[in-house]
């Protein structure tokens, strides 16, 4: 791991069984050394309580630097300032600020809460306001389904960055050109902010395959390939 610098994402335990795979799960993962762990907030905020646990276990029984997501779906400004109230007291100083996935899941259309930070990069601005707040924010190597061309993709990328992102963390991909292609659209475009790449280990190839459908990452015909009869064999799979 020399030289190179990682961070995990987590979900937050729903339960105590849960817990009792993430507890040793971290341990483990400590010890790479990780540049930070972020933990993520369910479609609509619905794991907001969840998330909050989860940050201040982290914070406190690990010491590994924590980033709480954000979102702006479902939620008025003042309660997305309150999560940020409650991030900071913890002494949390890293954020993943999001559009967010409507309540009813990926592919349903997005409504801003009328009260609420309208766009990503509003919340960016507000979280940058703090002057001490490291942002970072999504960006699709293969496009947002929302996004009708790249063109618009990049203009949401480049407000985001202007507005204080200082980095970028992919949607997964399976197909490294994917990556490069739009690291390079990036770079052309003159938006400055570190590009992250997003990478999902494959637990369960079906589940893998139902996700990227939704949120539009191809996955390469050698992987379709490589995977094809193990459903039933999830020691396999791993």
């Given at each position: 791991?020399?030289?190179?610098?990682?961070?995990?994402?987590?979900?937050?335990?729903?339960?105590?069984?849960?817990?009792?795979?993430?507890?040793?799960?971290?341990?483990?993962?400590?010890?790479?050394?990780?540049?930070?762990?972020?933990?993520?907030?369910?479609?609509?905020?619905?794991?907001?309580?969840?998330?909050?646990?989860?940050?201040?276990?982290?914070?406190?029984?690990?010491?590994?630097?924590?980033?709480?997501?954000?979102?702006?779906?479902?939620?008025?400004?003042?309660?997305?300032?309150?999560?940020?109230?409650?991030?900071?007291?913890?002494?949390?100083?890293?954020?993943?600020?999001?559009?967010?996935?409507?309540?009813?899941?990926?592919?349903?259309?997005?409504?801003?809460?009328?009260?609420?930070?309208?766009?990503?990069?509003?919340?960016?601005?507000?979280?940058?306001?703090?002057?001490?707040?490291?942002?970072?924010?999504?960006?699709?190597?293969?496009?947002?389904?929302?996004?009708?061309?790249?063109?618009?993709?990049?203009?949401?990328?480049?407000?985001?960055?202007?507005?204080g992102a200082r980095r970028a963390i992919t949607q997964f991909f399976f197909d490294n050109e994917s990556f490069y292609r739009h690291r390079d659209r990036v770079a052309a475009r003159g938006i400055e902010v570190e590009l992250v790449p997003g990478i999902l280990p494959i637990g369960s190839f079906?589940?893998?395959?139902?996700?990227?459908?939704?949120?539009?990452?191809?996955?390469?015909?050698?992987?379709?390939?490589?995977?094809?009869?193990?459903?039933?064999?999830?020691?396999?799979?791993?």
């Amino acid at each position: 791991m020399s030289g190179v610098a990682v961070s995990f994402e987590i979900f937050p335990p729903r339960n105590e069984a849960a817990w009792k795979t993430l507890r040793p799960a971290m341990a483990r993962l400590a010890a790479y050394r990780p540049e930070y762990v972020s933990v993520t907030y369910g479609a609509g905020g619905s794991t907001k309580p969840a998330t909050l646990e989860t940050v201040a276990w982290l914070k406190r029984e690990t010491r590994l630097d924590v980033a709480g997501h954000l979102t702006c779906v479902g939620a008025t400004r003042y309660e997305v300032d309150a999560t940020v109230a409650a991030y900071r007291a913890l002494g949390v100083r890293r954020a993943v600020a999001l559009r967010g996935d409507p309540a009813d899941g990926m592919g349903a259309p997005y409504s801003p809460h009328p009260l609420g930070y309208q766009t990503t990069a509003d919340l960016v601005a507000a979280l940058t306001e703090f002057g001490d707040m490291d942002v970072a924010v999504s960006a699709y190597p293969e496009k947002h389904p929302a996004s009708p061309d790249f063109a618009a993709d990049l203009d949401v990328l480049a407000a985001k960055a202007e507005a204080g992102a200082r980095r970028a963390i992919t949607q997964f991909f399976f197909d490294n050109e994917s990556f490069y292609r739009h690291r390079d659209r990036v770079a052309a475009r003159g938006i400055e902010v570190e590009l992250v790449p997003g990478i999902l280990p494959i637990g369960s190839f079906a589940q893998v395959a139902s996700f990227a459908q939704r949120c539009g990452t191809h996955i390469p015909a050698r992987l379709q390939e490589r995977f094809a009869g193990l459903e039933n064999d999830p020691d396999t799979q791993r």
